[in-house]
Nanobody, 119 residues
Framework: QGQLVESGGGLVQAGDSLRLSCEAS????????MAWFRQPPGKEREFVAG????????YYGDSVAGRFTISRDDAKNTMYLQMDGLNPEDTATYYC????????????WGQGTQVTVSS
């Protein structure tokens, strides 16, 4: 069974930067569509950023475009989210997601890592 483990969350101040990591195991990370989602307190889970396999096209939610950068290192089976210019609205639990389509129908979620941004 595939697994995803997030790390790098923490408590920071507004304007600070933080880098999240998502380490994958047990599945073909190199051909998975990878993405970050987040769920702020009291709100629905929302899309943050995504990155495709092979050609590494990136996609961003409107609220983070220009501030966050998604990347992947297939040799390390790891995806990253570089977060710059953090503000309190970025406070959320951040989740890693993997999607094996079109090769398979497997989808995986990590357990989440908490990011808290204070004023």
């Amino acid at each position: 069974q595939g697994q995803l483990v997030e790390s790098g969350g923490g408590l920071v101040q507004a304007g600070d930067s933080l880098r999240l990591s998502c380490e994958a195991s047990g599945h073909r990370f190199d051909r998975d569509v990878m993405a970050w989602f987040r769920q702020p307190p009291g709100k629905e889970r929302e899309f943050v950023a995504g990155i495709t396999p092979f050609n590494f096209k990136t996609y961003y939610g409107d609220s983070v475009a220009g501030r966050f950068t998604i990347s992947r290192d297939d040799a390390k089976n790891t995806m990253y989210l570089q977060m710059d210019g953090l503000n309190p609205e970025d406070t959320a639990t951040y989740y890693c997601h993997a999607d094996g389509q079109p090769y398979n129908k497997n989808k995986y979620w990590g357990q989440g890592t908490q990011v808290t941004v204070s004023s």
